[in-house]
């Protein structure tokens, strides 16, 4: 077997710095082999910390990607970029959804630190124990769904994004139920309550039926990536429409709560989380289409006929 030394450089803001010279790298070689060829150069540069690259501000590789099918030859060139400390995504999920859970519960007590020593005074409304127990039911899925149906395509995430994404989550959680419980909460009549109830209940079916359909394209240890199509649960016809159904779902799901509730503060958290859902969408209908060249064309990224 004929070996090949390749110039690694690593990115900085500064420009670019010599991380060093692989030299036992051959064409068949793939870009995992090369980012573990860089840890050892550079114990800090983990292989899951490191973006490899053609160009500086190219994309980034496939870590099947060999050395031949990228045209790198003998004394060729990459570039790495450090992506900075990184955190697993389960780890990651599980606290984003463990803290609303709890949160909420306190806030369902009526804690004396926000509501004052005489809230218990006041009875609690009905709609309130239907909300605990919406707002329960749905972080407690996403927690089963983490450890039981997801199939990550990347195992981390920069650790940054822990502090991000909890602070959102956990903080409009806050916000949202310091007022459904609230002493002085005020109910919409009771036919909106349970309107709100049943469509909740149907969407939080549909965004597990569509995370199921989700999981089963994507055999057990691999990154296979398949088309998304409907199956027989009726949940997932939504796939006839839109390339995200489960964001689809998602979105619906907030709608019922905010009507069940009439709570401005969850309509607040419901566009929040629809305007952040909209552009991921966008950017996986995009790679849908780039990647398959027949992907169905009538599909919209999130909302059917719409956007």
């Known amino acids: 077997m004929e070996y090949m030394e390749i110039k690694v450089q690593i990115l900085s803001t500064s420009g670019n710095k010599s991380v060093g010279t692989l030299d036992s790298l051959s064409s068949s070689s793939t870009i995992s082999d090369v980012k573990k060829g860089v840890q050892k150069l550079n114990k800090k540069l983990y292989p899951d910390r490191q973006s490899i690259r053609l160009e500086p501000k190219g ?4 870590d099947s990607d060999t050395l031949s099918s990228i045209s790198i030859k003998n004394g060729g060139k990459l570039y790495v970029k450090d992506l900075g400390p990184q955190i697993g995504w389960i ?4 606290a984003e959804y463990a803290g609303p859970l709890f949160i909420y519960l306190w806030f369902y007590q009526r804690p ?3 509501y004052g020593n005489t809230s218990g005074a006041l009875p609690t409304q009905h709609v309130v124990h239907l909300a605990a127990g919406c707002y329960t039911f749905h972080y407690a899925k996403r927690i089963l769904e983490t450890l039981f149906v997801h199939r990550f395509s990347h195992s981390t995430m920069p650790i940054m994004n822990l502090f991000k994404n909890c602070s959102y989550y956990w903080l409009f959680t806050a916000y949202v139920a310091y007022h459904v419980n609230h002493p002085l909460y005020t109910s919409p009549c009771i036919l909106q309550v349970y309107i709100g109830l049943a469509s909740f209940v149907i969407s939080e ?4 039926s569509v995370h199921m359909a989700l999981r089963n394209l994507r055999p057990p240890g691999t990154k296979v990536r398949r088309i998304p199509v409907a199956t027989g649960n009726p949940f ?3 796939f006839n429409f839109v390339s995200c159904p489960n964001y689809t779902y998602e979105f619906f799901s907030w709608v019922s709560f905010t009507v069940m509730t009439q709570c401005l503060p969850a309509a607040l958290f419901t566009f929040a989380g629809m ?3 909209t552009i991921w969408a966008l950017g996986k ?4 289409k780039k990647e398959f060249s027949n992907y169905p064309k009538q599909r919209k990224a999130i909302l059917p006929f719409l956007i």
């Open 112 to 114: 004396w630190i926000f």
């Open 236 to 238: 997932t016809t939504l």
């Open 275 to 277: 305007y952040q859902m």
């Open 91 to 94: 780890t990651v999920f599980l």
């Open 205 to 208: 079916l549909g965004n597990f």
């Open 285 to 288: 209908h995009r790679n849908y």
């Open 59 to 62: 994309k980034t590789l496939k």
